[in-house]
């Protein structure tokens, strides 16, 4: 449902919204966005600069976005901001948030505690993380993304096979390897320094949004930073809010986003498998004239037949019932695809009733 149906939501598509998350938020109507994906400041509790071995600052985060008084104080935030989010997603809508480990944890028991459903947990694995110079802990080579659906009970989107394809036809794990963002991707300041410390890499983005959303939803990013989360919105056909609270952020976000061209509709055309087709019951190709009642199926040896009903079913010797049961009962086994076990004979050649199938959900294709 885009802001044809929703007049309200028209002026906040595609926008970045200038101004504290808690107050922006409020501005977004209940129920109205298909998908939250959130980088939250993580609070990384540092204790001075950071230097490498020949003693060269490292660039780290502290900025002053980052910094809460005590863990108190970060878990009231977070609370606040999660609830906002649950209370502006559709009940079919999901979430997406990503931390380390000095706040992914805590995150994670809000989400439940609002009554978010956790589906996945995510490991982000960075092929080129930063070293640990001071050579005490293990090298952080990892964050952590959690996937939890409005509630229990959502219908959330999950496009599998598309994920499948994207993995050379291997179901998709929930480890993810992607190089942090670098290169010409990287906006840099006019001093040529990094412009956001934790900028995300599109190619992450990407597969959060191909998995979770499709062309057309409204996704929403209360920590929009860079704009990372709209260009690739952008690019896929989806609608973004974002929210940023520096200036000089959503400054270079706005202007990322100008220069980002939306893919041609063909190109967002996703794998989809039979789970994803419309249900076509067999009476449907009765009803269409496809096959007729009186007709004859026999399964691809014509060793066994079945009459076709006017309702639907079709009946042997000894039983009656869908083209599934009766596929069943003449093999004498338990269960049977009936639209690949089943044929009718056009002319001279038989061919499998799921044939007829696929035609008819062309017809509906092509009507929609």
């Known amino acids: 449902m885009g802001f044809e149906s929703r007049p309200d939501l028209k002026p906040l598509y595609d926008t970045v919204l200038i101004g504290d998350c808690l107050v922006e938020l409020a501005k977004i109507p209940s129920g109205s966005v298909d998908l939250v994906f959130a980088d939250p400041p993580y609070n990384l509790q540092l204790n001075g600069d950071l ?21 108190t104080d970060y878990d009231a935030f977070t609370n606040a901001w999660l609830k906002e989010c649950r209370r502006v997603l559709k009940p079919d809508g999901a979430l997406w948030v990503i931390g380390s480990y000095h706040n992914i944890f805590r995150v ?53 096979d598309a994920m499948k394809a994207l993995n050379e036809e291997l179901q998709m794990r929930s480890d993810w390897l992607l ?11 006019s ?36 704009g990372t989360t709209g260009v690739v919105a952008k690019q896929l056909g989806r609608h973004f809010i974002g929210i940023e609270r ?9 202007t990322r986003i100008g220069e980002t061209e939306t893919l041609p509709p063909e ?41 076709v009903r006017a309702d639907g079913s079709i009946a042997c010797r000894d039983a009656s019932g869908s083209i599934h049961k009766i596929g069943a009962h003449v093999q004498g086994a338990e269960a049977c695809n009936g639209w690949t076990f089943w044929h009718l004979r056009k002319g001279k050649t038989l061919i499998p009733i799921d044939l007829l199938r696929q035609q008819v959900r062309s017809e509906m294709a092509e009507a929609d």
């Open 108 to 160: 994670g028991t809000l989400l439940q505690d609002l009554g978010f459903w956790i589906l996945n947990d995510v490991i982000w694995r960075k092929t080129n993380p930063m070293p640990n110079f001071r050579g005490r802990r293990f090298t952080n080579a990892h964050e952590t993304l959690i996937w939890a659906s409005r509630e229990q009970a959502s219908r959330y989107t999950f496009n599998y």
């Open 179 to 189: 190089p942090i963002c670098a290169g010409p991707e990287r906006l840099k300041d």
């Open 51 to 71: 230097h490498r071995p020949d003693q060269s600052k490292v660039d780290a985060v502290d900025d002053e976005w980052d910094k809460f008084a005590s863990f």
């Open 246 to 254: 520096e200036k000089t952020y959503a400054k270079a976000a706005k």
């Open 267 to 307: 190109a967002l055309k996703v794998s989809t498998g039979k789970r994803a087709e419309p249900r076509i019951p067999f009476g449907s190709l009765i009803e269409r004239g496809l096959v007729k009642a009186g007709d004859t199926l026999c399964d691809p040896t014509q060793r066994v037949a079945a009459k």
């Open 191 to 226: 001093k040529g320094d990094k412009l956001h410390p934790t900028q995300k890499p599109e190619a992450l983005l990407r597969r959060v949004l191909l998995s979770s959303s499709n062309p057309g939803d409204l996704i929403l990013d209360p920590f929009f930073g860079s």
